[in-house]
């Protein structure tokens, strides 16, 4: 899309959506931002993914680094990049170094990138009893000691934020004490927040299962938010968007998280079937959810205590992963562009006369029907962007260059 046809369509919109709507539109996507995960561009063989590697994957911290720079470079929203403890901040892959995450924020200054989200990780040898829900001490003591250290380095390296998802769970009915495990985690994040300054951010996921079959101590938004009260503190719950039920009503998650006042941010990803990790697409739900994000005014708003986390989680194995990981930011930029054409005033209207089709309308003709991507052509290029930053990817030569020098 060119300079001339992209304005030629956004006369389009402004007729349709008005001058205002739009320029605050192409004004939210030059602010957005969001985090892009190291493990998104390295090797993810083995499981679920086989062992297959898409060429050019990054072999080293240094590279994984790179193509997030490139990704920033292209795309101008990604400027910090979120990390897990034993994959990028450890000498042994066994124990986390705070050496190692100095090192990692130096490279990525290097490159013109901060550090942000801290995971730690909790699927290591011994732990198939769970995590901080096992009842063997040792390790709930091992994990302990890994996630003050992450909230350590996400405190003086990152930006604050920790965010824990728990592995634990069960396959059986009756192979664990469900009460029990519950009361182990909840007293292993209360034990860690005590000694976490409240500057940071501890944001608990959940998923609905996987690897447990029968259960997860932690399965639901509820779980997370009712365990965040009562551990108390700056801790909130993290939406994975692959995590829930099939036709769960994420949105209304958002709503009433936001409603409670929790803190909160998200993992994007798509999925199908399980929790797939593919990248995002542009969908109706995507922008239904970031419309709740909107008017609530927690994306990039003035107040930064109310704003929310956004990150990437994603990493299948067929896609090109840098194609995968821009294409996800393009499809996030254009969900937001969809929230912020919605006409609060008129539909405020309309619910208040209880016109629930003409409400329903006046929705998707935004959120579902509306083409957007002139919006954020134009917030690109008023960055001094290429308009398409996928085509701007494979035009750089910068994958033949990595796929030649990865081998």
């Given at each position: ?19 205002e ?14 985090e ?21 994957a ?49 490279e ?11 995971s ?40 604050g ?103 909160a ?68 930029q ?25 409400a329903n ?44 020098e990865?081998?």
């Amino acid at each position: 899309m060119n300079a001339k046809a992209i304005e030629t369509q956004l006369l389009t919109l402004e007729k349709e959506f008005g001058t205002e709507s739009v320029q605050a539109a192409i004004d939210a996507v030059k602010r957005f931002e969001i985090e892009v995960p190291t493990w998104a561009f390295g090797s993810f063989g083995g499981g679920r993914f086989g062992e297959y590697t898409p060429p050019g994957a990054a072999r080293t911290i240094e590279e994984k680094l790179d193509d997030a720079a490139m990704v920033h470079k292209l795309t101008g929203a990604t400027p910090r990049v979120a990390a897990h403890i034993l994959w990028d901040m450890s000498e042994d892959g066994s124990t986390g170094s705070f050496d190692a995450a100095t090192r990692l924020k130096d490279e990525a200054a290097k490159r013109g990138l901060g550090f942000g989200a801290v995971s730690p990780t909790y699927f290591l040898e011994g732990s198939y009893r769970g995590s901080l829900s096992s009842n063997e001490k040792a390790t709930r003591d091992r994990y302990i000691e890994q996630t003050l250290l992450g909230a350590k380095i996400a405190r003086e390296l990152g930006n604050g934020l920790l965010t824990p998802w728990f592995p634990d769970g069960s396959a059986y009915p009756g192979q664990i004490q469900l009460r029990r495990a519950y009361d182990n985690m909840l007293g292993a994040l209360k034990e860690i927040r005590a000694g976490t300054p409240d500057d940071v951010r501890i944001l608990i996921e959940y998923k609905v299962f996987e690897p447990g079959t029968y259960s997860t101590t932690i399965p639901d938004w509820g779980t997370a938010a009712q365990m965040a009260r009562r551990v108390g503190g700056n801790t909130g719950v993290l939406v994975d968007l692959g995590h829930h039920h099939h036709g769960t009503n994420i949105e209304q998650i958002v709503a009433m998280l936001i409603a409670d006042d929790v803190p909160a941010g998200f993992h994007f990803n798509t999925r199908y079937a399980a929790d797939d990790d593919h990248a995002v697409e542009p969908n109706a739900e995507l922008a239904r959810i970031f419309y709740e994000l909107v008017i609530a005014d927690v994306v990039s708003g003035a107040n930064e205590d109310r704003n929310w986390a956004f990150m990437i989680d994603q990493c299948s194995s067929r896609e090109n992963r840098m194609h995968a990981t821009l294409h996800t930011v393009d499809s996030l930029q254009v969900a937001l562009a969809k929230a912020m054409l919605v006409d609060t005033k008129e539909l405020a209207r309309l619910q208040k006369a209880d016109e629930v089709i003409l409400a329903n309308r006046l929705f998707n003709d935004v959120l579902l029907l509306a083409d957007v991507r002139p919006i954020v052509c134009k917030a690109r290029l008023d960055k001094g962007l290429n308009p398409d930053p996928v085509q701007a990817y494979v035009d750089s030569g910068y994958g033949k260059k990595i796929e030649s020098e990865r081998t």
